[in-house]
């Protein structure tokens, strides 16, 4: 396949998957701008091994799984940096708590309902939030969220099942018999 | 439970801008892609085992050049002289393949023992013990060139073998002369040992002349302690090279022969060579023979 027609395949996916990864980030990094650097950076690493001809099995399960590995890198960069500047300062400046996620303009502004999810969500065990998170808002499967997570698809099934239970139970409802 | 669904449709609301879509696309295809055609050698060094092993490899590689480059360099008596003799020669062994070249390295060896005596013996150090080293080495040299030239006689290169035994004679004469130039400088500086010792006894006027040795002068003439000292290591010198004349000597007459143990061995080859043929000519004339005796017979 040559370049062009790379490009041409790469940019259809990129119109289709950018919102879902932007959401899939500011759900974790809660910064806009932050967001948006690492679904560029996630982009552009994915688009370097598409277009020298690596194998790429899934291109989405591939994008995802960059991200949270990107997510990670970021939250181990950003830790010990705003750590050091809340406990030594600066010249006894103060400084705020969390400089980025502070500002404003920057912030992901979230109707009440989409936080309440968000908060039933983050009160799961970690192992469940991302599964259920794929699930309910990416409407993937549990293939796909499996080669994202590195588990197989049977695993991703009993988390989301056992996650949902979870939350019916969190919003005190009786568990229903459909299935998600 | 509306709630939570209008929760999860409100989370799907959240999007890019055409706008902030617009420039992620640009920056994703503007940035510079990497060659697919990159350096294997590079890539395989970038694991850091390996890097560590070639490294490692490298070092190793350098000292044992080195101290092989240092060995070819040494004399008996140097460190490094066994590494000469028992690794990089033998390892050289294996590399000769054919007669020819067997004898001509084998020959080499020999001169290389010749120059490592005639070094020692320029710098004065060819005591008994080298000597008889080099000697013993020197025989084995000799006898393994000579057995290879005798293989080659049996094949039918005798043009090769002539040129071959003549080369290895003529390097053997030329060495033996060097040897002996080198012996016979190392006398004459003893010669002027021993003026500068007489020199020396003149000074000394004062003293007895049946004096038995020269270590007691330095208690008794003090002015003399300087020149004195200089005699007793001229005396140690002259004993050394008395001992570096004998031992060249015995090195010379195992070189003469050698010399003559090639020539009989190039005789032997020779006659060898010559009886041969006259065993073909006879069996050629016996084969010519035989036809008419058989028709003699015949009539």
């Not at chain 1, 309902?113 to 969500?121: D, H, N, P, Q, Y």
Request: aromatic share 6%.
């Amino acid at each position: 396949m040559d370049i062009p027609s790379k490009t041409q395949q790469f940019s259809e996916f990129y119109e289709r998957e950018v919102d879902g990864l932007f959401r899939y980030i500011s759900f974790r990094v809660k910064s806009r701008q932050e967001s948006m650097d690492i679904a560029q950076e996630t982009f552009c690493s994915l688009w370097e091994k598409f277009a020298t001809g690596s194998t790429i099995i899934s291109l989405r399960a591939f994008l995802y799984a960059s991200a949270r590995n990107k997510i990670i890198d970021w939250y181990r960069k950003k830790k010990p940096l705003s750590l050091e500047k809340i406990t030594e300062g600066e010249d006894g400046d103060i400084l705020p708590f969390e400089p980025v996620d502070s500002l404003a303009e920057s912030r992901i502004i979230l109707s009440s309902e989409a936080k309440s999810v968000l908060k039933l969500i983050e009160k799961l065990p970690t192992h469940y939030r991302d599964a259920l998170y794929l699930r309910l808002v990416e409407e993937m499967t549990p293939k796909e969220i499996g080669q994202i997570l590195e588990v197989s698809a049977g695993t991703i099934s009993v988390r989301i099942t056992r996650g949902l239970t979870m939350i019916r139970k969190e919003l005190g409802l009786t568990p229903e018999p459909e299935k998600t | 439970m509306n709630q939570f669904k209008k929760g999860i449709e409100d989370i799907r609301s959240i999007q890019l801008s055409a706008e902030e879509k617009r420039l992620l696309h640009k920056h994703i295809f503007s940035q510079p892609l990497p060659s697919p055609y990159r350096k294997p050698i590079l890539l395989i060094l970038s694991r850091s085992w390996v890097s560590y092993s070639v490294a490692t490899l490298l070092i190793v590689v350098l000292i044992g050049s080195s101290a092989t480059y240092a060995a070819e360099q040494s004399v008996p008596g140097d460190i490094f002289y066994p590494i000469k003799i028992k690794v990089t020669e033998p390892a050289r062994d294996l590399l000769v393949q054919t007669p020819i070249a067997r004898a001509q390295w084998e020959s080499q060896k020999a001169s290389r023992r010749l120059e490592e005596a005639t070094t020692l013996a320029t710098r004065n150090e060819l005591t008994p013990e080298r000597s008889q080293e080099i000697e013993v080495l020197f025989q084995e040299h000799v006898n393994a060139a000579a057995k290879a030239l005798g293989t080659l006689s049996s094949s039918n290169a005798s043009s090769t073998i002539h040129d071959l035994e003549n080369e290895f004679d003529m390097t053997l004469a030329e060495h033996a002369h060097t040897l002996r130039v080198a012996s016979q400088s190392s006398s004459s500086t003893r010669s002027n040992t021993i003026e500068e010792r007489d020199h020396a006894r003149e000074i000394q006027t004062d003293e007895p002349e049946n004096r038995p040795t020269q270590q007691k002068v330095p208690q008794e003439v003090p002015g003399t302690q300087i020149l004195s000292t200089t005699t007793a290591s001229t005396t140690g010198q002259k004993e050394n090279s008395t001992d570096s004349n004998r031992d060249t000597s015995s090195l010379e007459k195992k070189v003469e022969e050698a010399r003559k143990q090639l020539r009989t061995e190039e005789l032997r080859t020779r006659s060898e060579r010559d009886r041969q043929e006259r065993e073909r000519d006879r069996n050629v004339s016996d084969h010519n023979r035989s036809p008419r005796q058989e028709s003699e017979g015949m009539e």
